[in-house]
């Protein structure tokens, strides 16, 4: 017999019981096996037998000697029983399953239908052998044998795995699993990489279906992997599967400009929300870690500026190139990556001009007051009109006019803005002029704006002092007493300031000083004691200077005449008188005597 179909017969409870001359084969070929047996009383019997499909077959009977046959045909299997000298009827108790029948005449133990060993590996058929007085039951414990009719099935159809990109080498990333309902070696698995990993990135455990990564993995250079994994039992049966390898991206790239500066210019009159420029940033991660967000983060600390998430900077507000020129502005971009992980950030520089708009009309800048000399020569440049524009280029550049009725006074340069005098000043004739000047930009269309000036003409000292009169007359009692007011004179002078300050003195005729005036007010006051007597009348020269750098002067008389007061007694002017007398004489009265007398009054 062969060793695949030998039977195998086992336990102890048989030993001695089985006459060795009765175990014959029947019948051996490559596909069928049939056994014979001869028994006595028995407790027990295994067969095992391998084939396709094989039986383990178990008998027990009491006191019964039979004769067994088992039959193994290509699926199917047959166990007779039978004895020389008794006519005996077989039955299955329990325990076919419908699975198998016996012959009731001759025993033989038929399968039905096809076994399979993965769906039910044992049976336990309870047999009776009944000769019509008497019935003995034998258990038959069938066990069915594995063939590798099993090929491996991969617990999925297709597997999918999600790896980070930043998984270390040598990390354990998946696994996967397949069975084999056949036992033994049949049933033991083996796993491997067919050639679709070429640069062996993933290391797959043959025994347990694991896999490590070998290298370090990165999205932005492959997003996934394709892998097809054979799984083969010991018995040469095999199957595949396709396992894909997601790699989920990290932030592990900072977004970057195109550009590290950019620069633009714009009219300073453009409306808010106006598109100036478009910064443009990319990402080479993926999904949130690749969207993007602009803000502005120096450089506009009046927020005259917005920046939308496209990277389109737009005006927020009016601007005005006059308050700024120029902006120097730091974009930065960050990435949206979840937390817990890091957000990358970029910056980029954005220059932008701000171009002019002719929106400021010219601003003066030089004093509205001016003041000259009315001796100023004619053609002299008397004040210079300043203004400035805020404005650039031509929008900048100033013409100045004069508007006004004195033309015949002043003109001005248009471009440097100079007043000259065209004509003579008098301050007596006119103290000060009122010119309008005027400043034009030759911007499109031209801005203007005016400037009222005050042109004030400073006193020269080219009047002398006048006079009311020239002769003032009056008289005064003798006896007027020290200090008396006696007369006020009065001049003018048409200048001002020092040049028509006016001061009075006595310049002659005050003999040993008997008048004296104040220098102010002009009044001219009794010094000393007056005495008619002694002088009767006084011409005064009084003087009016003013008070110039080189004085001016005019010159009045004042003439004083005294009244008589009866101050003063007659006297004899030869007392005393001496006369010689005749006594004779004849003729009377005669005059014999002169007297006279002096009086100081005058009558």
């Known amino acids: 017999m062969c060793s695949v179909c030998e039977p195998q017969v086992s336990g102890d ?11 014959r084969a029947l019948q051996r070929d490559a596909c069928c096996l049939s056994l014979s047996l001869s028994l006595f009383p028995i407790l027990s019997l295994s067969l095992s037998l391998s084939r396709p499909v094989c039986l383990s077959v178990s008998v027990s009977v009491c006191r019964v000697r039979c004769c067994m046959r088992v039959f193994v045909c290509s699926g199917a299997a047959v166990l007779y029983l039978g004895g020389a000298n008794a006519l005996v009827t077989y039955a299955i108790i329990s325990g076919a399953d419908d699975s198998f029948r016996i012959d009731p005449e001759s025993g033989e133990l ?33 066990t069915v044998s594995d063939v590798n009719d099993h090929a491996p099935q991969f617990s999925r159809t297709v597997y999918s795995f999600d790896i980070p990109e930043d998984t270390s080498p040598g990390s354990i990333v998946a696994a996967i ?22 640069d062996a990135t993933f290391l797959l455990n043959p025994v347990t279906g694991v896999f490590n990564v070998t290298r370090l993995l990165d999205y932005e250079s492959q997003q996934y992997f394709i892998l097809t994994v054979q799984a083969r039992d010991g018995g040469g049966l095999s199957s595949s599967v396709r396992v894909y ?17 950019y620069s633009s210019s714009v009219l300073e009159n453009v409306s808010p929300g106006t598109a100036v420029l478009s910064v443009s940033a990319t990402d080479t991660d993926d999904g949130p870690n690749a969207e993007l967000h602009y803000t502005i983060a120096s450089g506009d600390p009046q927020s005259q500026f917005a920046i939308t998430n496209a990277g389109v900077l737009q005006t927020r507000k009016a601007l005005d ?10 974009i930065t971009v960050n990435d949206l990556a979840p937390p817990p992980m890091t957000r990358f950030t970029s910056t980029a520089q954005v220059s932008i001009i701000l171009l002019d708009v002719n929106d400021c009309p010219p601003t003066f800048t030089s004093q509205t007051t001016a003041y000259i000399q009315e001796n100023t020569p004619v053609d002299t440049l008397v004040f210079t009109a300043q203004a400035s524009d805020a404005d650039s280029g031509p929008n900048s550049y100033v013409e100045y006019s004069l508007k006004g009725p004195f033309g015949n006074k002043f003109s001005i340069g248009n471009i440097d803005g100079g007043v000259i005098l ?3 000043l008098d301050r007596e004739e006119m103290a000060n002029y009122s010119l309008t000047i005027v400043a034009t930009d030759k911007g499109e269309p031209p801005l203007s704006s005016s400037m009222e000036v005050t042109m004030i003409v400073l006193d020269v000292n080219d009047n002398t002092p006048s006079f009311s009169q020239n002769i003032y007359d009056i008289e005064i009692e003798e006896n007027t007493l020290t200090g008396t007011d006696v007369l006020q004179v009065f001049a003018s002078d048409a200048d001002e300031g020092t040049n028509g300050q006016i001061r009075f003195s006595i310049a002659g005729g005050n003999v040993n000083s008997d008048f004296r005036i104040d220098s102010v007010t002009g009044v001219i006051s009794v010094a000393k004691l007056l005495d008619r007597e002694t002088r009767s009348a006084y011409s005064l020269l009084v003087q009016a200077a003013d008070r110039g750098s080189s004085p001016r002067v005019d010159r009045a008389t004042v003439n004083i005449v005294l009244l008589d007061v009866n101050d003063c007694a007659p006297v004899f002017e030869l007392s005393p008188y001496s006369v010689s007398v005749q006594e004779n004489l004849g003729n ?11 009086h100081l009054h005058r009558y």
Do not use: H
């Open 177 to 198: 699993l397949a069975s084999d309902s056949d036992s033994g070696s049949n049933g033991e698995i083996t796993y491997s990489i067919e050639e679709d990993d070429e």
């Open 321 to 330: 190139r006059e308050t700024q020129s120029f902006y120097n502005l730091v």
């Open 245 to 261: 390898f997601n790699l989920l991206d990290v932030n592990d790239n900072p977004p970057r400009f195109n550009s590290s500066v």
């Open 422 to 424: 065209v004509g003579e």
């Open 110 to 142: 038929t399968a039905t239908r096809r076994l399979d060993r993965e769906r039910r590996s044992k049976y336990s058929l309870l047999v009776r052998a009944d000769d019509g007085q008497q019935s003995s039951d034998v258990r038959v414990n069938i």
């Open 13 to 23: 409870p048989l030993a001695g019981f089985i006459e060795e001359p009765y175990i």
């Open 588 to 598: 009377l009265p005669k005059n014999i005597l002169q007297a006279s007398t002096r």
